[in-house]
């Protein structure tokens, strides 16, 4: 791994999906060239390694969330795969967390833990896992976007330290020509309202990762 893809701390604010890092899209030079890697990216997920962590007692909560006015372009799929550790290693547990596409039977396959604040979140923009405590979680979205006439892709690598019993959200948002994530730690007041404190992350450059995700 070269010295270009070192962590770089950082702490940002949103109004809405809380920390988030901007990522420029790595444009494709045509539509057709972008509709190649759709199609390609659409055939591995359909045999992707899915992440399986081993669980002890202690264990915090993540919900994905990809909402379908993100999803941009004709045929848009977003992935989210978890990282075995800081390096962008593919190591086991790493695999696919989630896949969000128009795919009805795809969607149907997202799980929830009934975690705090997702009532008002659809099943098939949302996807929940538990995962370790004691190190960092890393993590990739990747995705479609649609700036016409260019299709391309969009890839935010993020980490976090997740504590034991904590509720995190990571949100993807998408405009015509950048992508963001967003990790919000999850709390209910007294009064049982539902806040998003934004979490302290570590940014990377895009990783790379199996097919097999």
């Known amino acids: 791994m070269s010295t270009s893809n070192m962590p770089e701390k950082y702490k940002e604010f949103g109004a809405l999906s809380g920390a988030a890092e901007s990522h420029q899209k790595n444009a494709m030079s045509t539509r057709r060239i972008g509709l190649c890697i759709l199609c390609t990216a659409a055939i591995l997920a359909s045999c992707a390694t899915t992440y399986g962590p081993r669980l ?33 290693g593919t190591n086991p547990p790493a695999g696919r967390i989630a896949f969000f596409t128009s795919n009805r039977k795809r969607e149907s396959q997202h799980k929830t ?31 479609t976007l649609d700036a016409y006439p260019i299709l391309s892709m969009c890839e935010v690598a993020l980490s976090f330290d997740p504590q034991a019993g904590g509720q995190y959200e990571a949100e993807y948002r998408s405009q015509r020509d950048s992508c963001t994530v967003g990790v919000t730690r999850l709390l209910q007041t007294p009064e049982g309202k539902v806040v998003r404190i934004p979490e302290i992350t570590t940014k990377y450059l895009p990783c790379s990762y199996p097919g097999t995700f």
């Open 56 to 88: 002890s007692s202690d264990t915090a909560s993540v919900r994905f969330v990809v909402r379908k006015s993100d999803r941009i372009g004709p045929d848009p799929h977003f992935l989210v795969a978890a990282l075995s550790d800081e390096q962008c």
């Open 113 to 143: 833990l009934d975690m705090l604040g997702g009532n008002n979140i659809s099943l098939a923009d949302k996807h929940e896992v538990q995962v370790p405590v004691g190190g960092r979680f890393t993590f990739v979205f990747n995705g």
